[in-house]
């Protein structure tokens, strides 16, 4: 089973500025099965990237996601107070999906 | 509109049985791989359990494999997921998703139904 760990676990940050959000897999991740979802309070997710570097529909261009192999990144540019969310990563492998234990993202 | 709602969550005793259904409407469901995801009150994401769209592919996390059943009927729209022998790690919100399976990703989401597991 690939292990997919996040880093950092909390990132404070001020609007307008850029968060870097890591995802590593235990062993290599075919990067079309590679996903982003953020998820507010209350909320259910909320798809953000697919296939590594693919934007959801509606998502703003401010969310890039990159990376292959076992190391991903989502980038999030000028942040808004409403990017204040936990973001998950997410694979699939071996006949299950897995997500990272997410890393929460805090506007100050 | 695309949606999903589940619904059948509730308070049940360990050991006990419950089963939960997503309503699914706004596509074409028989195409769509679909599946169930929970979240443990303060923690992350667990996917739990697929099923192709014809039902001829299912797979489950080892924590529910041989207690949990997927299913869905098309004629129907709907999706279900009959729990059994449940724990009070089984606690969580579960939600129904659509599954992209060109590319293995959840592109919509239900809203979740609540299911406690205590005595």
């Known amino acids: 089973e690939i292990v997919l760990t996040q880093s950092p676990g909390t990132l404070s940050l001020s609007p307008g500025e850029r968060a870097t959000l890591s995802c590593r897999a235990s062993q290599s991740v075919s990067s079309s099965y590679l996903g982003w979802y953020q998820q507010k309070p209350g909320q259910a997710p909320r798809l953000l990237i697919y296939g590594a570097s693919s934007r959801a529909t509606g998502i703003p261009d401010r969310f890039r996601g990159s990376g292959s192999g076992t190391d991903f990144t989502l980038t999030i540019n000028r942040l808004e107070p409403e990017d204040s969310a936990v973001y998950y990563c997410q694979q699939y492998g071996t006949a299950l999906f897995t997500f990272g234990p997410g890393s929460k993202v805090e506007i100050k | 509109e695309v949606q999903l709602v589940e619904s059948g969550g509730g308070l049940v005793k360990p050991g006990g049985s419950l089963r939960l259904s997503c309503a699914a409407s706004?596509?074409?469901?028989?195409?769509?791989?679909m599946t169930w995801v929970r979240q443990a009150p303060g923690k992350g994401l667990e996917w739990v359990s697929s099923?192709?769209?014809?039902?001829?592919?299912?797979i489950y996390a080892d924590s529910v494999q041989g207690r949990f059943t997927i299913s869905r009927d098309n004629a129907k729209n709907s999706l279900s997921l009959q729990m059994n022998s449940l724990r009070a790690e089984d606690t969580a919100v579960y939600y129904c998703a659509r599954v992209r399976w060109e590319l293995r990703y959840l592109d919509v989401w239900g809203k979740g139904t609540t299911v406690t597991v205590s005595s």
């Open positions: 706004g596509f074409s469901f028989n195409t769509y791989t």
């Open positions: 099923i192709s769209s014809s039902s001829s592919y299912l």
